[in-house]
């Protein structure tokens, strides 16, 4: 069984919490003998994929097999061009150099409000860029925008591989059908 959940802002990508007063997916009723594929930090919101299949664990998430995960990015500051060549580029994250990806600016997509909302400044405005990364470094995307003078405000995976996370409402689950789980192999 695979399934897509929806994770909010503010929930650890684990079933045990550390401390008393993390949240975790223990919220959310999923099936016994799930467990995530890979991570979404607690402060980053959109598609997580359980499985109770060990073998898609590799599959999806080591780099060899080029399995790609998107992003949408909400930065400070207007994304320029020269950004966005950037970040195609990849760079060098805590003495590593990342692999080059696909970047490019999004008009604005129109995601609701941030439950908290995002840090907002009147004097600084903001800007959207999508990511699509085959490599999963500790925190990389936040790490990368920032490296081109972008900080990260808000960060939504929203497709793994060819399975895109679509109108799955925040905090919500589903099982992947047949046809589904072919798109995670794409």
Not at 32 to 44: A, F
Not at 115 to 128: A, D, E, G, K, Q
Not at 150 to 167: H, K, M, N
Request: contains cysteine; hydrophobic residues 35%.
């Amino acid at each position: 069984m695979i399934l897509a959940f929806h994770k909010p802002y503010g929930i650890l990508s684990q079933f045990t919490k550390q401390e008393p007063e993390h949240r975790t997916l223990a919220e959310f009723g999923f099936p016994k003998n799930v467990y995530p594929l890979g991570r979404l930090d607690w402060d980053s919101e959109g598609l997580l994929l359980l499985s109770d299949e060990k073998e898609w664990n590799a599959f999806l998430l080591h780099p060899s097999h080029g399995h790609a995960r998107t992003y949408h990015v909400q930065v400070e500051g207007i994304a320029t061009p020269i950004a966005i060549a950037e970040l195609r580029k990849g760079g060098l994250i805590q003495g590593r150099r990342t692999q080059s990806c696909e970047a490019r600016l999004l008009e604005e997509p129109g995601y609701p409000p941030r439950n908290p909302p995002i840090r907002f400044r009147l004097s600084v405005p903001t800007s959207w860029i999508e990511l699509k990364l085959t490599e999963g470094k500790n925190r990389q995307v936040r790490r990368m925008t920032a490296a081109v003078g972008f900080p990260t405000l808000r960060l939504i995976r929203t497709a793994i591989s060819g399975f895109e996370l679509g109108d799955l409402a925040e905090g919500a689950w589903r099982e992947l059908n047949p046809r589904q789980r072919e798109l995670l192999k794409k």
